[in-house]
C-alpha cells in the first residue's frame, strides 16, 4: 500500500552472514543506525505478515552515509505480470500464479520434467511466505473405469504433494485430494464420443 510499516525489525550483519544488532523502525518507517567504513553489511528486513527482504550495503566511506527505502509485501500478496495480487483464502493458486496445468502420462502419476517448472513456482511461493497452506487438487479425463480413475487422481495428487514436500515445504502445508473424472474439463463424459485430442 506505501504505507509506512512500524516496528518492523531490521536484522544488521556482516558479510559473512554473521547477526550484529537487530533495529526497530518508528512509527513512521524509519531507522538508523551506524556502521564502521569500508566495510560490507547486509541487512535482513522482517515482519510477521510479510516477506522477508534483504539488502547488501556497500562498504561507505568515513561520514558517508546512504538512505535505503525499500517495499516490504504482504505475505499474501505477490506480483504477477508486474501487477500487485492478493491471495484470497480457498482461492485457485493456478489462475492467481498464470500457472499451466500440470499433465501426467496416461494411466501414470510421475512427475513430467515438463511440470517441474511449474510446480517450482508454488514451491518458491511457499518458502518465501510461510504463513500459507495449499491443497493439490488432481482429477483425470473419463478414459478407464470410474474407481480406476479415483485412484489414479489420488496417486498423482501424492506425488504432486511429495514433489513439493521434498523441496523443503513442510508436509504440514500441503495436502492432496484426488476427483477422479468428477471435474472434467472437456465434454467427453463416459459414453460420449471423442478424439485424443478432446480427452
Known sequence: SGAPIADAAIELRTASDEKIKTYYTDKDGKYAFDVEPLKIYKTVYKKPGYIQAIVHVPALKP????????????????IVDNKLVTIDPGVDLTKILNLKPIYFDYNGYKIRESSKTELDKVVELLRTRPSISIQVNSHTDSRGKDDFNMRLSENRASATVDYIVKAGIPADRISGKGFGETRLINRCTNGVPCSEVEH
Do not use: A, F, P
Open 63 to 78: 561520514e558517508e552515509k546512504r538512505e535505503v527505502s525499500l517495499n516490504l509485501y504482504n505475505e499474501m500478496q505477490v
